[in-house]
C-alpha cells in the first residue's frame, strides 16, 4: 500500500496537510509518503511524535499553484510535488495520491500520468455529498464539461463500484439528475442516458429533480460535469449564505442574540452534516492509479479521512473491480454481436 | 390593458386565485378577466366586496391538469381556461395571462396560440431569484433542455428588456452561469456563448459561479434551460430543506426550543426574503404575448403580486420594447454586411 499525500497543495499546506498525514498514521497505522520541499515537510514533522519508520519524505522543489493553467503545468513543472508524486505512482495498482492543491491540475496530471483504464471513455471526478441522514455520490462534478450519453452509462458504473467498495453499500441505487421526474423529461443527451441506464445491470431508480437531492434516497446521482459542477458549488454557495444570513439576522436583536446562545450547540451540530471535512476527499475514477481531490480549504481532518479513504480504496481492490466490470461488459456485448 | 388570470390552474385555485384578483382589483384599480368555470368563479367572488365593473369572467368549461402533457392539451383542450384565455388575448398586444398552472401547458399554448415574436429563435422562461440585497433575473429556467449559444446571446437580450421595463433598473449587468470563473471555461457551447456575450452591447461583466450566485451584484444570469432549471430546483430544494432542518435540530433539545422562540421572528424576516411569492412570477419571454407562470404553489399574495408585474409588463411595453431591440440588430447585422 502506498499512499501519497501532496504536502504543499491546498490553502493550509503545508502545516495542516502534514498534521492531518501524522494523525492517520497514528491512527491508521499505514505508511505514507509526504511529498514536498524536504526541509520544510521535514520541519513541520518535527513538531510531533510519531513513529517515524510510517511517514516517508519525497522530495520536489516547486509545487503548481492554483492559478496555473493546468496541463501546461503538469507538462512544465516536472518538478512539482503532484508531478513528483505521480511519478512515483506509476504502474503502482495500490497507490491512491491525495492533494487539496488545483483541481485542474490533479486531473490533467492523472490522465497525462497514469492515463485511463482500458475502456474507460472519460474518467469522472466523483462528490460525496452530505444528504438527509447519509450521502449521495455525485458524478461528474467537473472533469468533463461536455459529455455523450454513453459517458454517463460508464460513470454510474464507476459510481457503483466505488460505493460498493468504499462506501460499504451493495447493489446502489443510481439516479439521473433530471428536470423531470417522467421517462422523456430532459435535453437529449439526458434522454439517450435514460435509456442506456434503463437498460443496463445497475440498480436504476429514474430521474431525480434538484430540489429532491438533499433528501433524495438514491445513493449515486449521475450528470454530466457542467451540471454537476454546478450541483456541487451551488449546494455549497447557498448551505454557507444562509447559515451566515441566519446568524446575521439572529445578532441583530437583542432577543435574537440570547435565543442564538442558546440554540448555538444545535446549529452545530446541524452543521456538521454539511461538513466536507466529514465527507472525505473527491475520487478521480476511471485513471490507472487512485487520486483523490481534498477541498482546497482542507485542514488536518480532512486529510485524516481522505486518508482513511485511500485505505478503503486500497484494501477494496477499486481499480480492480472497475477493471473487472469493464472485462464483464465487453464479454456481454461481445456474446451479444453473436 | 387586458389582464387575463387563470382562475382553475394551480394548488390554490380557484380560492386563493380569485381573492389575489379581488385584493389586485381594490390596490391597483385595474381592470381583470378572471378566466374559468363561471358559475365557481362568481360563487367565489361573491364573497367580496369589490368594483364590481373591474372584474370579468370569461367561461371556460375545463382546466388542463399538472401531469396531462402539455403539447397534446393544449391542441385537444379548447375549452380549457389556458386555452380560452390564450384565444381571447391573441393579437392583443397589451395583453397578459397569469397561470399558476402547468407550467408545460402555459409554454406550450403560449408557443402554439400566439406564436414567437420574429425573429426570436427560442422563447425563455425567466425567474426573478431572491439574492443577497434584491433579486437575480435567472433566465432560460427550463423552457429549452437543449440550447445553442446564440440562444443565450438571444435570452440575455430578453432578460436584458425585462429588467429595465418591469424590474426598474437601466444597463443591467448580465453574467453567464458557469463552472469556472475564467473566460475558457466551461462546455463548449457556453465558451462560444461567453464570445457571443463579450461582443454584443449588454453589459456582459463575465461568468458566474453557481456558488456565488447568492451574493452575486449581478442583475441578470444567463444560461440554458437545463443548467436553469438545476438551479432554481435545487435553490428551492434545498432552502426549504435548510429550515425545515435546522428548526427540527433546534426543537431537538430544552434548549434550543427556548432559543428557538426568541429567534422566531429574525428567522421569519429571513426567511421573507427567500419566499417566492414576493418576487413575482416567471415571464415566459419572446412570445407574442405576456405570459406570466405564476408559482404552482401561489396563493393570494403571490397573484396580487403577479398582476402588478403584469402592469409594468403592459404600461412599459416590453413587447414593443424587445421587436424594437430585434429590428435594431437586423440593422446593425445588415450594415455589417455591407
Redo the contacts between chains.
Keep these: 500500500m502506498n499512499i501519497f499525500v501532496d504536502a504543499m497543495g491546498g490553502d493550509n499546506a503545508p502545516v495542516e496537510i502534514v498534521k492531518g498525514a501524522v494523525d492517520a498514521v497514528k491512527e491508521y497505522g499505514v505508511p505514507l509518503t509526504l511529498v514536498g520541499k524536504e526541509d520544510i515537510v521535514k520541519q513541520e514533522l518535527a513538531k510531533y511524535t510519531y513513529p517515524q519508520d510510517k511517514i516517508k519524505v519525497l522530495h520536489a522543489e516547486t509545487v503548481i499553484g492554483f492559478d496555473e493553467e493546468p496541463a501546461m503545468a503538469i507538462r512544465r513543472k516536472e518538478d512539482s510535488s503532484l508531478v513528483v508524486a505521480l511519478n512515483a505512482m506509476k504502474g503502482d495498482p495500490d497507490s491512491v495520491l491525495i492533494s487539496a492543491g488545483s483541481t485542474g491540475a490533479l486531473l490533467s496530471g492523472g490522465l497525462l500520468k497514469l492515463g485511463r483504464i482500458k475502456g474507460i471513455k472519460r474518467p469522472a471526478l466523483a462528490a460525496a455529498l452530505p444528504k ?1 441522514g447519509g450521502v449521495v455520490l455525485l458524478i461528474d462534478t ?1 472533469a468533463n ?2 459529455c455523450k450519453s454513453e459517458y454517463l452509462e460508464q460513470f454510474a458504473m464507476l459510481g457503483h463500484v466505488y460505493f460498493e467498495s468504499v462506501l460499504g453499500k451493495k447493489n446502489p441505487k443510481v439516479g439521473l ?1 433530471n ?1 423531470g421526474s417522467e421517462e422523456e ?4 443527451m ?1 434522454k439517450e442516458a435514460y435509456q442506456l441506464l434503463k437498460n443496463s445491470d445497475l440498480n436504476f431508480v429514474g430521474n431525480v ?7 433524495t434516497d438514491v445513493d449515486i446521482l449521475v450528470c454530466d ?3 454537476g ?15 451566515k ?2 446568524k446575521k ?2 445578532m ?2 437583542a ?2 442574540k ?6 448555538k ?3 452545530k ?2 452543521k456538521k ?1 454539511f461538513d466536507s471535512d466529514e465527507a472525505g476527499g473527491a475520487p478521480f475514477l476511471g485513471v490507472k492509479g487512485g487520486i483523490i481531490k481534498a477541498h482546497g480549504s482542507s485542514g488536518a481532518y480532512a486529510i485524516k479521512n481522505a486518508i482513511n479513504q485511500s485505505i478503503k480504496f486500497i484494501d477494496n481492490d477499486v481499480l480492480g473491480k472497475i477493471t473487472a466490470k469493464l472485462q464483464e461488459e465487453k464479454a456481454v456485448k461481445e456474446q451479444e454481436k453473436e
Tied chains: 1, 2.
Design positions: 438527509d467537473g464539461a461536455d439528475v428536470i423529461k430532459g435535453s437529449m439526458v429533480e434538484a430540489r429532491d437531492i438533499p433528501t460535469g457542467f451540471t459542477n454546478i450541483v456541487l458549488k451551488l449546494l455549497e454557495g447557498l448551505s454557507s449564505y444562509l447559515m444570513g441566519i439576522s439572529i441583530g436583536s432577543k435574537g440570547i435565543g442564538g446562545v442558546l440554540i450547540n444545535d446549529l451540530q446541524f452534516q
